[in-house]
């Protein structure tokens, strides 16, 4: 905690919140003094002339002590605001540029909570920090300082309610600290089966789930409800028991007290004054118990916050940038792997490929056999754990991310939007696009008649995208990856939303564009009929390569690419290929019925 006040605090105005709160401290420590003299000399005496003097200097104290408090408070909130708006800010960046395994390790929920609700507790402590942590114990000893000057008899009475209170606030924090560790980790759970619901909502639905959903969510929402009652019922457990302590010292200080005035030992302002810093005193040491409690709960954010702000970044930016002037585009594959931190095989293994400007090179593939992996490396969202991918001849790793991703456009398997409009959709793949710009892409993009018929480029688009089908959504995110200028292309499985037809068109307007003529176009595909024209498909089982050429080639040699023919293409187009696939496919559907 104290390593991130460091890094996010300013040092003049946490100086002046600090210089403040001592003034504050120091005039209220003295204010007592001033009330014990005016009853012990002025009223005692009836000297009007000192009790208008001293009047006038209670006065000017209290002032200072009002305007230093307000000053304390102000830099503190700003600065604790500040500290809070500054971590959010580095949190969010932090997370946008988080390599896929990190993001996977930490799972969304957690990233939510740590971005805004453990900022909040830091924000809080912060504060609390700068006002009430410094400003307790020099109350406190402030306090006990000027009372044992008053009375050294009468500090006896906190001889016994100093450690009664001590002993109530130790059982109160051995309660509350364990559980504030686990309440944080339980509004991660809540968020988790929150953010599931919701995303899930339609499936939920449809299976009849609700009930059940419903009850996983009390379940979480019961278990943190219990656990936040039982750590805030402790903590203000605390208030009325400080209250009783205090009562009863105070009877004892005024019980000692009158039989030390009826012995002529004390004067009447003294004992007044010592009631004052009697309460000084208890309540600072309240105070103090309070942020006992609250820097424990801090320390649990502190660490959450730091794990995500400190996770080490494994795709990382050379320190010398390579290479900037070529004007070829060559994509390399050189005996490329990747494995998953957690995971027992390779997700890719092994690959080695070279597409040139211009080619399309298509990958098709099981589930789970590394398409999207591959996708993901090419864009450096993670990096190879072995071998490694050339761009014109260098190695990606060395050119900048900022630069990698201004040649790279990629379009994910789930299609993402934003909401805004379908024009504020597009400013992303170009931010300086004209409309002329946009409606070639969204025609390439076979969306431009939907677009027209519903409003046009300014027509809205609702958070993720609802407002459209899932065709829909697809076309205008490929439509926002073609309005990019880029050296490559990535479509991941992005076709398969579209019917044949679409599908169809949409590769013939990609493969006639000008624009996009010398880029290579990586596209992932689970139909042949997708991938059939490419210049190379790249056939992935379990993440090992099982064949790599072109469609004629792998239909004559490759089996993995011969079954996934078998499985999608007539027997008529079959033979009409001259493979000998279709007795393979009679003798499979000798055994049973085919769908
Ligand atoms: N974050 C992850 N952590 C561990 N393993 C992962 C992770 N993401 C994917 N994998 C594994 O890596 C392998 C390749 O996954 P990938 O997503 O590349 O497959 P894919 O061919 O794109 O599949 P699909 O067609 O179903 O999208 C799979 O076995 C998958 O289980």
Redo the contacts with the bound molecule.
């Keep these: 905690m104290i390593n991130l006040g460091r890094r996010y605090l300013q040092f003049w105005p946490v100086f002046l919140a600090l210089l403040f709160l001592v003034i504050q401290v120091v005039t209220n420590l003295w204010l007592p003094t001033i009330t014990a003299d005016i009853i012990n000399k002025g009223i005692a005496q009836h000297d009007m002339s000192y009790i208008w003097n001293m009047g006038g200097i209670m006065l000017i104290v209290a002032i200072a002590s009002w305007v230093s408090a307000i000053i304390n408070v102000y830099y503190a909130s700003r600065q604790s605001q500040r500290l809070g708006m500054n971590l959010r800010h580095d949190l969010f960046k932090k997370i946008l540029f988080m390599d896929?395994?990190a993001f996977?390790d930490f799972g969304d929920s957690t990233l939510i909570t740590r971005t805004t609700n453990d900022v909040t507790q830091l924000q809080n402590v912060f504060q609390t920090i700068l006002r009430m942590m410094l400003m307790a114990p020099m109350m406190l000893i402030g306090s006990i300082f000027m009372a044992w000057k008053l009375s050294a008899n009468l500090m006896v009475v906190f001889l016994v309610s100093l450690p009664i209170l001590t002993l109530a606030v130790v059982i109160n924090m051995g309660i509350a600290i364990p559980r504030f560790r686990s309440m944080q980790s339980k509004i991660d759970k809540i968020n988790l089966v929150f953010q599931q619901g919701l995303t899930g909502v339609r499936v939920i639905r449809a299976f009849n789930r609700d009930d059940y959903e419903v009850k996983k969510f009390d379940e979480a929402n019961r278990d943190l409800t219990h656990t936040s009652r039982v750590v805030l019922t402790t903590v203000a457990m605390l208030m009325p028991i400080m209250t009783v302590i205090l009562s009863f010292t105070n009877i004892a200080i005024v019980w000692f007290g009158a039989d030390l005035i009826g012995k002529n030992m004390m004067g009447m302002g003294n004992l007044v004054a010592f009631l004052t810093y009697a309460t000084q005193i208890l309540m600072s040491f309240m105070q103090l118990s309070a942020v006992a409690v609250m820097v424990p709960r801090a320390q649990v954010s502190a660490t959450r916050v730091r794990e995500v702000l400190e996770r080490p970044d494994k795709v990382l930016d050379p320190e010398k940038v390579l290479d900037k002037n070529v004007s070829d585009i060559k994509l390399d594959f050189d005996d490329v792997s990747y494995k998953?931190?957690?995971?027992e095989r390779n997700?890719?293994s092994h690959l080695t490929a070279e597409i040139t400007a211009g080619q399309t090179l298509a990958v098709i593939?099981?589930?789970?056999?590394?398409?999207?992996?591959?996708i993901?490396l090419i864009a450096r969202l993670m990096d190879v754990t072995d071998g490694s991918i050339k761009l014109n001849g260098t190695d990606i790793r060395q050119i900048s991310q900022h630069e990698l991703h201004d040649k790279v456009a990629i379009t994910q398997?789930k299609a993402v939007l934003f909401s805004g409009t379908v024009r504020s959709n597009l400013y992303f793949g170009k931010p300086d696009a004209s409309d002329d710009e946009m409606w070639k892409a969204l025609e390439i993009a076979q969306a431009s008649d939907f677009v027209k018929e519903q409003g046009g480029l300014d027509m809205p688009v609702e958070q993720n995208g609802d407002n459209f089908s899932g065709g829909q959504r697809q076309r205008l995110a490929i439509a926002r990856t073609l309005i990019k200028p880029a050296d490559i292309y990535l479509f991941?499985?992005s076709f398969s939303a579209l019917d044949f037809a679409t599908d169809a068109k949409l590769r013939l307007a990609i493969s006639q564009s000008e624009k996009h003529a010398q880029a290579i176009k990586v596209i992932?595909a689970?139909r042949i009929a997708t991938v059939m024209n490419a210049n190379q498909i790249l056939v992935?089982e379990n993440?090992e390569m099982a064949g790599l050429g072109s469609h004629k080639e792998l239909a004559k040699s490759c089996p993995q690419y011969q079954e996934i023919m078998r499985s999608q293409l007539s027997d008529k187009d079959l033979s009409a290929m001259g493979i000998e696939i279709k007795s393979l496919k009679s003798e499979e559907n000798k055994g049973g019925d085919s769908l």
């Design positions: 896929d395994a996977h998953f931190d957690e995971a997700a890719l593939g099981g589930t789970g056999s590394g398409k999207s992996t591959l993901n398997q991941d499985d992932v689970q992935l993440g």
